[in-house]
């Protein structure tokens, strides 16, 4: 009689969790069934082991803390250790990935990992929260149906200028809207910098502060916003340009 063989363990899954985009209440941005997600995972990767940890307790304050596991990812992390991360998931168990800030793998280091997963066969589940990228681009009026995000735009002043000129072209010959972001403290900096080389009539989407109460969503050609006094100093802001 041939022995039976043994069954084969059930990969985990890796939850690609959002987060707020600023401190706002969590259920109020974020979907429900994400408190029973946290409440039922114990492994998590991460950028910042300290503010996932207070973002899990203020989800499920009754989980315990002791008990969570994490794995760092962040431009620290050595790249070699990135498939230990979902041995867990090769166990059994689930993981959840968490972004720092908005939804990961989007303007975030967690495409990494999820690259990993793929070649790993896990399954992925996207969570549905806030992306300030996406929500700009909904509100912004521009071309929905055809649009790029550039990411950050280049530092020294005469490639970042060549970078808007090109951007702006591109949108013009292609009607596709161009979408970038900059560190909070250079926001002014760039603006006054696309207000310098865009043409009057292109169309500028400064989207800030997205689902905070300070938050505020503007399209404008860029001759209108010559005489717009705004403050986007430290302020999270995306830009969108449509010529």
Same mark, same amino acid.
């Given at each position: 009689?041939?022995e039976?063989?043994?069954?084969?363990?059930?990969?985990?899954?890796?939850?690609?969790? %959002?987060?707020?985009?600023?401190?706002?209440?969590?259920?109020?941005? /974020? %979907?429900?069934?994400?408190?029973?997600?946290? !409440?039922?995972?114990?492994?998590?990767?991460?950028?910042?082991?300290?503010?996932?940890?207070? @973002?899990?307790?203020?989800?499920?304050?009754?989980?315990?803390? *002791? !008990? &969570?596991q @994490?794995?760092?990812?962040?431009?620290?992390?050595?790249?070699?250790?990135?498939?230990? @991360?979902?041995d867990?998931?090769?166990?059994g168990?689930?993981i =959840?990935?968490?972004?720092e800030?908005?939804? *990961?793998?989007?303007?975030?280091?967690?495409?990494?990992?999820?690259?990993? =997963?793929?070649?790993?066969?896990?399954? /992925?589940?996207p969570?549905?929260? %806030?992306?300030?990228?996406?929500?700009?681009?909904?509100?912004? +009026?521009?071309?929905? #149906?055809?649009? =790029?995000?550039? +990411?950050?735009?280049?530092?020294?002043?005469?490639?970042?200028?060549?970078?808007?000129?090109?951007?702006?072209?591109?949108?013009?010959?292609?009607? #596709?809207?161009?979408?970038?972001i900059?560190t %909070?403290?250079?926001? !002014?900096?760039?603006?006054? !910098? &696309? &207000?310098?080389?865009?043409?009057?009539?292109?169309?500028?989407?400064?989207?800030?502060?997205?689902?905070?109460v300070?938050?505020?969503?503007?399209?404008?050609?860029?001759?209108?916003?010559?005489?717009?006094?705004i403050?986007?100093?430290?302020?999270p802001?995306? @830009?969108?340009?449509? =010529?």
């Open positions: 009689m041939e039976s063989s043994k069954p084969s363990l059930v990969v985990g899954r890796l939850y690609l969790i %959002p987060t707020m985009l600023g401190d706002s209440a969590p259920l109020e941005v /974020l %979907p429900i069934s994400l408190k029973r997600i946290i !409440e039922n995972v114990d492994y998590y990767i991460v950028e910042n082991e300290k503010s996932a940890r207070r @973002f899990i307790k203020r989800i499920s304050p009754a989980k315990p803390q *002791p !008990e &969570l @994490f794995n760092v990812l962040n431009k620290y992390t050595d790249p070699q250790e990135l498939p230990t @991360f979902l867990p998931c090769i166990q168990q689930d =959840a990935l968490l972004s800030a908005g939804a *990961p793998g989007i303007a975030d280091p967690g495409a990494e990992i999820v690259q990993l =997963a793929h070649k790993k066969n896990i399954q /992925l589940i969570i549905v929260g %806030p992306s300030s990228i996406l929500m700009a681009m909904m509100a912004s +009026g521009m071309n929905g #149906q055809n649009f =790029a995000f550039t +990411g950050y735009l280049p530092i020294e002043n005469e490639l970042r200028g060549k970078a808007i000129k090109s951007l702006e072209k591109l949108s013009f010959e292609t009607g #596709q809207a161009q979408i970038f900059e %909070p403290y250079r926001n !002014e900096k760039l603006f006054k !910098e &696309l &207000l310098k080389r865009l043409k009057p009539s292109t169309r500028l989407c400064i989207a800030s502060d997205i689902t905070l300070t938050e505020s969503i503007a399209t404008k050609t860029i001759n209108e916003w010559q005489r717009v006094d403050d986007l100093h430290k302020r802001t995306v @830009f969108i340009i449509q =010529a």
